[in-house]
């Protein structure tokens, strides 16, 4: 049961971390389907 | 001049002359309207058959028909405003736009109607009956066959079934999955479901909530899915085994308990069904978080069309292959949700002993010697070979 409990606090972090490092690629609808002289934020 | 031969041939000339024209208006069923919709066209396309709109699609003006600048519309270039609305509303003009992408180009995309029709009542209905159907006929075998028990109880004796890090994987894969399929369906039910209950405020609230978690908790279950199939594909390879199993049917509806090694048919099934149902939709997946960057559906159409002789079409717009990349998603998702739950059932409820195998990793031994008898012996074989063997090689290998 740890083990479980263990895998799905790893999932909760792996979502964060993919949250954040996907957010910092760039790679938004927003940011890759606006022209240069869009001011996004 | 006989005066009758010649009105003879003065009406033969005039019937050939005039039966051409005739003939046309007899084939083109547009002449009366100078080549635009008729009535019968709008009528049959409210109501929503089939009507054959090249003679739209193609008349989108033409310029060496021009007339001089000079002109009544010579300014158009030989392009009226109509056949440039017709051009927009066919995704066949040159179209300049300040916005970047594939996809901003297209004005009109009227494949979008049959996406969202399809998403709003056959996949709706689909996943209703669907995921209902499976729960009511669980409740119904387990009401009716019971808990499939030990026979003779447990023997209070244990052996390793799965080790930590296979046991991390699976609810890495079950945790991630169990989220997806929640989230999937509050975005796929909100509309029909959460609006009309809770309101539009309470469905916005959780359809955000939905999404980030969805789009984030996949990179997990891409990941355990990998994981898995590298940790498991060596004992889900099919065999003569698994035959003699499928026609016993697998000890669960009949009685007796068939061999099995490690994994039986019915475990392999659902290794298959989770590795290829998981993947397919990981890549749809994948194709909707990357929006117009991963189009796949275009090839995979032509592929089958050459293979299997369909005629599916290979002419995508950028929105139409999101749209299928989506119906696809969901097609496969619900799939493998109605197959998980009954695997769910049995790995908890539906078999005593079971959920250890997942919980502790140690399951009794009387429980395996039942389910998967061949592998008990394999285990102990290998165990008493290190026992027996030198020493230093168990010890190494420990
Ligand atoms: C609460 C949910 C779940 C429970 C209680 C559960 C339980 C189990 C158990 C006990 C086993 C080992 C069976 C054995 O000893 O041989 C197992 C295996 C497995 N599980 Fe799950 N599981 C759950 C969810 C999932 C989900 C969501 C997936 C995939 C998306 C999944 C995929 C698998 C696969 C592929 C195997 C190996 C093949 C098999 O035994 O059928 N499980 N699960």
């Known amino acids: 049961m740890k083990t479980m409990f263990f895998a799905f606090a790893m999932t909760i972090v792996v979502s964060f971390g993919a949250y954040f490092v996907l957010s910092n690629m760039g790679l938004s609808s927003a940011e890759t389907q606006s022209a240069p002289s869009v001011r996004l934020d | ?398």
């Open chain 2, 1 to 398: 001049m006989n005066l009758k031969v010649i009105g003879a041939a003065l009406i033969a000339f005039l019937t050939f002359a005039v039966t051409p024209s005739y003939a046309n208006e007899a084939t083109d069923p547009r002449a009366t309207t100078g080549g635009a919709q008729t009535l019968e066209d709008i009528l049959a396309r409210q109501q929503g058959l089939e009507v054959d709109n090249t003679f739209r699609r193609q008349n989108q003006g033409n310029p060496d028909n021009a007339q001089p600048t000079s002109g009544a519309l010579g300014s158009l270039g030989g392009i009226s405003d109509a056949d440039i609305y017709r051009g927009i509303r066919f995704s066949d003009v040159d179209i300049k736009v300040s916005n970047k992408g594939p996809a901003a180009e297209i004005l009109v995309q009227d494949g979008g109607m049959s996406w969202l029709l399809t998403r709003e009542n056959q996949i709706r209905q689909y996943a209703a009956y669907g995921l209902g159907g499976i729960l009511v006929a669980l409740t119904a075998f387990y009401f009716i066959r019971g808990r499939m028990t030990i026979e003779g109880g447990p023997s209070g004796e244990t052996i390793e079934r799965f080790k930590n890090f296979e046991r991390f994987g699976h609810w890495c894969l079950a945790g991630s999955f169990i989220m997806l399929s929640i989230t999937g369906l509050i975005l796929l039910f909100g509309r029909a479901v959460i609006i009309p209950i809770f309101g539009h405020q309470v469905n916005g609230a959780l359809a955000n909530f939905s999404i980030w978690v969805h789009n984030n908790i996949a990179w997990v279950f891409m990941f355990s899915l990998v994981a898995i199939f590298l940790m498991w594909v060596k004992h889900n390879i099919p065999n003569k085994l698994d035959w003699e199993w499928l026609k016993m049917g697998g000890g669960i509806v009949g009685s007796g308990h068939p061999h099995a090694k490690k994994f039986n048919a019915g475990q392999k099934i659902i290794f298959w069904m989770t590795i290829l149902l998981g993947a397919s939709v990981s890549l749809s997946g994948l194709s909707l978080l990357f929006p117009f960057e991963l189009p796949m559906f275009a090839k995979t159409f032509g592929i089958m069309n050459s293979v299997l002789g369909t005629a599916f079409p290979t002419d995508l717009l950028a929105h139409e292959e999101m749209q299928y990349a989506h119906l696809w998603h969901a097609i496969v998702a619900i799939t493998m949700m109605i197959a998980i739950l009954a695997h769910i059932y049995i790995g908890s409820v539906g078999m005593e002993g079971a959920f250890d195998a997942m919980g502790s990793g140690q399951v009794d031994l009387e429980w395996a010697r039942q389910h998967h008898d061949l592998w008990v012996e394999e285990e102990q074989a290998k165990a008493a070979a290190s026992s027996g063997g030198t020493q230093t090689v168990s010890q190494a290998g420990k």
